[in-house]
C-alpha cells in the first residue's frame, strides 16, 4: 500500500507518494515534518528526524521525481533534474539513497525552491 503526501517547498506545492518500504514506513510514521532546503543541483534535501540504515535496494542512480532517503545525512531527497554527480540527464545522489517514494505532479516546478526555503512534509 502507498501513502500519500504533500510537499510544501517555499512557493511550490507538490503531491507525492511513498512506498511500502520499512524506510518509507518510518517516514510516514514521522509525519509532520519540516526542515529547510538545501540544494545539489536539481535536488532539494534536508534532515529529518527518521534514522535508517541503508536498505539492500539503495543506489545512487535515481529517477526524476524520485523520493529518497539519504542514511548518511539522515535526510529526505526530492531529485528533479541533474546534480553534480550526474553523467547525463538522470540525477545521481551523492551516495546510496533508500528509494521511498515519487513525486506524483511534474518534478521541475520544484526548480522554483530557493535554497533555505521551509519544507513541510504532510499526509495527504
Given at each position: 500500500?502507498?501513502?500519500?503526501?504533500?510537499?510544501?517547498?517555499?512557493?511550490?506545492?507538490?503531491?507525492?507518494?511513498?512506498?511500502?518500504?520499512?524506510?518509507?514506513?518510518?517516514?510516514?510514521?514521522?509525519?509532520?515534518?519540516?526542515?529547510?532546503?538545501?540544494?545539489?543541483?536539481?535536488?532539494?534535501?534536508?534532515?529529518?528526524?527518521?534514522?535508517?540504515?541503508?536498505?539492500?535496494?539503495?543506489?545512487?542512480?535515481?529517477?526524476?521525481?524520485?523520493?529518497?532517503?539519504?542514511?548518511?545525512?539522515?535526510a529526505?531527497?526530492?531529485?528533479?533534474?541533474?546534480?553534480?554527480?550526474?553523467?547525463d540527464?538522470?540525477?545521481?545522489?551523492?551516495?546510496?539513497?533508500?528509494?521511498?517514494?515519487?513525486?506524483?505532479?511534474?518534478?521541475?516546478?520544484?526548480q522554483?525552491v530557493?535554497?533555505?526555503?521551509?519544507?513541510?512534509?504532510?499526509?495527504?
Open positions: 500500500m502507498s501513502h500519500r503526501i504533500t510537499i510544501a517547498a517555499g512557493p511550490v506545492t507538490v503531491e507525492g507518494e511513498l512506498n511500502d518500504s520499512p524506510t518509507a514506513r518510518k517516514i510516514w510514521e514521522a509525519l509532520p515534518i519540516a526542515g529547510q532546503a538545501n540544494t545539489w543541483g536539481d535536488e532539494i534535501y534536508f534532515r529529518i528526524p527518521v534514522q535508517v540504515e541503508e536498505a539492500a535496494d539503495a543506489r545512487a542512480d535515481v529517477l526524476v521525481g524520485e523520493l529518497g532517503y539519504w542514511p548518511r545525512g539522515e529526505f531527497c526530492i531529485f528533479f533534474g541533474p546534480t553534480p554527480a550526474s553523467e540527464d538522470q540525477p545521481r545522489a551523492a551516495s546510496p539513497v533508500n528509494p521511498v517514494g515519487r513525486v506524483l505532479d511534474d518534478p521541475a516546478v520544484l522554483d530557493p535554497p533555505g526555503a521551509t519544507v513541510m512534509l504532510e499526509k495527504a
